[in-house]
């Protein structure tokens, strides 16, 4: 049974910085891209950030460039996102999800096959 957990939210004031973990198990880590997603209130989930299976690519969603920052670490089954320099806008749920598939549509959530139940972020001003 695969199981994606995410933890590292919380409340931080503006300017701040956070770390996500997201731990999967259940499926061999090594070949599954992994992606952080995030969805604010009356929004649509959107994607966030994705760094390929061997971590030789990562891709950032226009608003987080340069302030976020993904990495993984396959021995730990284990992805993270740094959150550097947050914005109120960043408040949100933050999902991981990971998938083997192949794509041009790294951010789109349909991507995806396994979701966490996700961690809260508030970012306050």
């Known amino acids: 049974q695969v199981q994606v957990v995410e933890s590292g939210g919380g409340l931080v004031q503006a300017g701040g910085s956070l770390r996500l973990s997201c731990t999967a198990s259940?499926?061999?880590?090594?070949?599954?891209?992994m992606g952080w997603f995030r969805q604010a209130p009356g929004k649509e989930r959107e994607g966030v950030s994705c760094?390929?299976?061997?971590?030789?690519?990562?891709y950032y969603a226009g608003s987080v460039k340069g302030r976020f920052t993904i990495s993984r670490d396959n021995a730990k089954n284990t992805v993270y996102l740094q959150m550097n320099s947050l914005q109120t806008e960043d408040t949100a749920m933050y999902y991981c999800?990971?998938?083997?598939?192949?794509?041009?549509?790294?951010?789109?959530?349909?991507?995806?096959?396994?979701w966490g139940q996700g961690t809260q972020v508030t970012v306050s001003s």
């Open positions: 760094v390929t299976w061997g971590g030789g690519s990562t």
């Open positions: 259940g499926l061999y880590f090594n070949d599954y891209h």
């Open positions: 999800a990971a998938t083997r598939r192949i794509t041009t549509y790294w951010l789109d959530p349909a991507t995806y096959n396994y």
